[in-house]
Structure formats: C-alpha cells, structure tokens
C-alpha cells in the first residue's frame, strides 16, 4: 500500500550560481520558483497500478523521487507498507567505475538486502539480467538499455513490496522490456503495488487499474486509465492518424429512422450516441463474425445543439485494451455537414476485420471543429466499450497465432549443397 497525502515540492532556480549568494547577502529574491507538485494525495493498495501520465515537466519524475526517497517533499506525508524500490532515472544509485557484479552489491545495499541475502541472491540477478560476463565489466562500459537490465533485476530482487516504473524501462529492448512487464504483473499479482509512469499510452492500459493525470504539479484527473487517457490525448491534441476505413456519414433527419440493435445511452448534453451496431459481410447484424471478413459498424449520434463542424471516430481495442485501431472522420478526409440542434447523423464504417480470434471493443468519440491534422476544439462525448465482438479463427486461413493474419507469401526450394 502507497499513501501519498498533500505533498508538495517546489524548487527554486537561479540564473547563475552567484545569484544564490547574492540572495543570501543582499537578502532580495534572486530565484524563480517552480511548482513541481502541489498538494497531491492518492493511494494504491495492495495488488494496484497507479498510472502517472502527464506532460513533459508535469511532476511525474518528481513525485517518483520522492516516493523513493531519493528527494523530500516539502509538505505532506508518505505512507509506504513496506519496502518501495524500483526503475527510477538510470544510473541512480550506481557507481560508474564499478562492474556489474559491484554494483549489485553497492546497490542491492543501498536497497535494504544485506551482504548474505545478496550473496544468495546474486546468482539469480544475474541470471535475469542475461548479461553473461558483460557483468564483470565497469558499467561506464554499458548501454543504456544493458544498465537498466541491471537495475530492474536488482531492485526486484531486493523483495519490495511497493515498485516504481518509470521511463526508463523503454530503453530496454523489445524482448526484455516484455520479460520486465511479465516480472511486474507477476509481482503485481503476488499483492505487490506499483506506480507506473509512462508516454506509453497501451502499456499505462494494460498494466494500470486506474490513473492520474497531472499537469503543471497538480492532479487534473483521476480514474479509469481509458478516461484519463482519452482526457490526456483531448489535452495534448494528438490523436494520430491510423488507417483509411471507408467512412459514409448520413444525414437523418428524423429521429424514427433510427434502427439500431440497442439504445447505448451515451449522451453528454451536446450530443446522444443513440444506436450502435456492427454487420457482417452478409449485412446481418452480428457480435460473433470470423476472422479476415468486411464488416460494418454503423452508429446514429444526435446533436444536443448545433454543431457547426462535427467529426466522428471509433477505436477498436483488444480484451486487453491495447488500441488496435483509431481514427475519425477528419483524420480521415471525410467531409461532415454542419448538424443542427435535434438532427442526426449516421456513421457507417466499412472495413475489413483481419485481427485474429478474440474479442475486441468498440468505442465512439464525437468531437467539433477540427484544426490541423488531428485536432479538435472540443470533445463531445467518448463513449467507451459500448459492443464487444467476438471473432473466431477463419477456417479458410492458415493456422498462426499474433495479432492478425499477414498472409505471408512463401516460397521454398531445394537447394543441391556440397555432399561432403
Ligand atoms: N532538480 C530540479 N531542479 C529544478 N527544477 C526541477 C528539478 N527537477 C524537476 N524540476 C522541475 O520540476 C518540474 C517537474 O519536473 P519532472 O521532472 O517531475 O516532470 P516530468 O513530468 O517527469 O517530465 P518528463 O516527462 O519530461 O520526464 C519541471 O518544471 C522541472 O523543470
């Protein structure tokens, strides 16, 4: 358990190393002062992954260093249940001119284990490391991404009960980072907490049960990792351009022509999503298709008021709410009419399916007035999971397992080599 309780910090900056004695002297401020973290409380139970996301410079590092101890907050309280370690900024804690193997011991100290549990447990560090007799060489000599695996498998090893995570696991390459996300949701599920800070977006999804979005040192939200995500994205404009979907927006007019499976009840007082449905490529309505098959999802939104410029997007996500898919009609270059208080539109989006077997999630974002490439002025309504289709495997296609189908072609000769 983590239990942060109004903490601040607050540092102060000065221009050149004199101002700060000149301050003292001349007793007149010299220093600008940076709002780091202001008053920021939050708790993460036992088995819990607090997502940090957040701006460059929003706090994120800060709050780390000070949940570690490697800083102190200015005011408020830190409640940790037992050990905390983890990934901080590299090179924490470490001395250049030792080899991997001092460290572990220089470090594994400095972390709470004694020379005997190191002693015990140095092989297995080492073991997860994968660094061979890399690990008898000064680590000035390692890469970035060689240093982290170093310290992550010490700072596992010294049996913390709370971790953090921050950036500096996405120096590692693809296949470590994946064996550290395994080792982190095993010691999440073995009752451990972890605060995880990450650009990652689809990592904060996969591994965090709910999140915090800070800005300028404060918490501006709170809660499920999708909203804080959606919210996060909405704030930094940068919803990226993924794919070309066929996308035909309908004007409806009357709200009787509205023919959906079910009435999502996705409404925010701008604008309603009033049906959703997906169909497969016989037209049928369905949640069930086979996989590499056109479909369409079709959805209905109503404007609460006028709506000078809307667009409309949809995200596919897979059980694990990893993003599969995103894009909108304006990412799209698809024009829309302005929609009137009370009109309607419908959205038919046609494409084809080629993920494999699983079930994804579909969600509807309806936004206004869009600027630049991705961008807009405001964001009406994200309506999150609001159908789940199931696909099973195609009995027409080869067998494989990954993400989707890539249809290799592929080609095999025999080749006549030297017999000898
Ligand atoms: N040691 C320091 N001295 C002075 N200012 C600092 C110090 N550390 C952080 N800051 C300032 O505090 C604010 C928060 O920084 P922090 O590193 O916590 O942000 P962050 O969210 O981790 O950013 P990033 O995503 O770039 O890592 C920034 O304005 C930063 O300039």
Redesign the pocket.
Known sequence: MIKVSGVSKK?K?YHTPTDRLKEKILRKKYHRE?T?LENISFEVKDGQTLGIV??????????LKVLSGVMLPDEGLIEVDGKITGLLELGTGFDQELTGLENIFMNGTFLGMDKTEIERKKDEIIDFTELEDFIYDPIKTYSSGMLMRLAFSIAMHAEPKCFLVD?ALSVGDAYFQQKCMRKILEFKNNGGSIIF?S?DMNAVKIVCDSAIL?DH?HIISSGDPKDIIDYYHGMILQKAHMGDAEVIVYDMNDTKDCTGRKNPNASTGEVELISFKILNSKNEETLYIESEQVIKVIYQVKALKELSDPHFGLHVRNNLGVSVFETNTYCSGIKTFTLKKGQIAELVWEFFFPLSAGDYSFSVGVANKGYGKDAFEEYLLMAHDIEVLKVIPNDSAIIYSGVFNMKPKIKIQEMYGNKS
């Open positions: 540092f900056l940076i780091a957040g701006q460059n410079g929003a706090g994120k590092s800060t709050i950036e800070v650009h800070l040192g």
